[in-house]
């Protein structure tokens, strides 16, 4: 199993609609949790972190925790074909430093 | 600098070489990582440095692979006798390690690595 998973997609979503992307991981103790944007070719970059259990809004992103079922998801409102990108879970594990990173889902908008 | 710096951007090597890259951290973040990205895949931990404990290798996918970090900044990561399989994107992040702070990872542009 890997540590942190994430389907791969494509996701495509219609533009103004909601894209729901989701995340599993298998560390229990895991006590932070980040979601990235990557465009083709660039760097990540951070969206959201979030640490406490329910949900986190952010203009219209919401990232979503559930520890007891070891799973965090983002959510996308009114998305627009600039949101399309590769989007990266990453867990940082307990007692450490280190993040673990999803294979990332990719998220098309179409126009 | 204002951000993470990598050199080289892109380097071109043949099978069996050595090469090095280089990352230069935001100052004053006293943790720094290197991640490796095949071609359409997530990003797959290598290394962390945090201050002045010992680095966490438990990436690093083979004894091929080394990194250093002098002075608690400036990294190198190492790869001897190249083989195909390491061409990819390697990705050097830092962080600011400090109660409060969020943990974002900020990024460089990364070195692409092309082994022929």
């Known amino acids: 199993q890997k540590e942190v998973e994430q389907n791969s997609g494509p996701l495509s979503v219609p533009e103004g609609a909601i894209a729901s992307l989701n995340c599993t991981y298998s560390?229990?103790?895991?006590?932070?949790f980040f979601w990235y944007r990557q465009y083709s070719g660039k760097s990540p970059e951070l969206i959201m972190f979030?640490?406490?259990?329910g949900d986190k809004e952010d203009g219209r992103f919401t990232a979503q925790l559930n520890k007891a079922s070891q799973y965090v998801s983002l959510l996308i409102r009114d998305s627009q074909p600039s949101d399309s990108a590769t989007y990266l879970c990453a867990v940082r594990n307990s007692g450490t430093y280190k993040y673990i990173f999803g294979t990332g889902t990719r998220l098309k908008v179409l126009a | 600098g204002a951000g993470v710096s990598q050199s080289p951007s892109n380097k071109v090597t043949e099978k069996g070489k050595d090469v090095e890259l280089r990352c230069d951290p935001i100052?004053?973040?006293?943790?720094l990582y290197w991640y490796r990205q095949s071609l359409g895949q997530g990003l797959e931990f290598l290394i962390y440095?945090?201050?002045?404990?010992?680095?966490?290798k438990s990436g690093l996918p083979s004894d091929r692979f080394s990194a250093e970090r002098t002075g608690g900044s400036v990294s190198t990561l190492t790869i001897q006798r190249t083989q195909q399989e390491d061409s990819a994107v390697y990705l050097c992040?830092?962080?600011?390690?400090?109660?409060?702070?969020?943990?974002?990872?900020?990024f460089g542009e990364g070195s692409r690595l092309t082994v022929l």
């Open positions: 560390d229990r103790g895991s006590q932070s």
């Open positions: 100052s004053g973040h006293t943790a």
């Open positions: 440095f945090q201050g002045n404990s010992a680095p966490d």
């Open positions: 979030i640490y406490s259990n």
């Open positions: 992040a830092s962080s600011l390690v400090l109660a409060g702070a969020s943990g974002e990872l900020f």
